[in-house]
Each structure stands twice: as C-alpha cells, then as structure tokens.
C-alpha cells in the first residue's frame, strides 16, 4: 500500500492474487514473444543506422545472433 495524499492505495491492482488459469495466458505469452522478436528482426534489418544501433542498445546480442 502506498499513500496518495487521500488515502491508501494497492501498489498492484490484484495484490496477493494468482493468475485463476495459468494455462490460458500461455498462448498470449508466446504471441507477445513472437511479436517482440519480429520487432526486433525489423529493427536489425532495417536500413536505419540508428534504429539498429538502439536496437542492440536494448537488446544486446548473444553468441547465437548474428552480428
């Protein structure tokens, strides 16, 4: 809980609660993920010196991404 200057507010909107279904966000997860990843494919593909340079800024690179 946190104060607001009118009284106390949840500092989560769903403290202390699990996820009823875990299994149905699971396919959402992955299509976050494979959106995520398509951006990234843009980004390091793109013709912009810039948006490749800010997309390694914020992605890095791994030993199994090519440079």
């Known amino acids: 809980m946190t104060s607001n200057g009118e009284g106390l ?3 989560s909107p769903l403290p202390g609660r ?3 279904r875990p ?3 699971r396919s959402r997860l992955r299509d976050l993920l494979d959106l ?3 951006a ?3 980004a390091r593909t793109s013709s912009d010196d ?3 340079h800010r997309v390694e800024i914020r992605v890095g690179t791994t030993e199994d991404d090519p440079a």
């Open 40 to 42: 990234v494919r843009i």
């Open 23 to 25: 299994a149905a966000y």
């Open 50 to 52: 810039y948006l490749r």
């Open 18 to 20: 699990t996820i009823a």
């Open 9 to 11: 507010i949840p500092l």
């Open 36 to 38: 995520v990843a398509e």
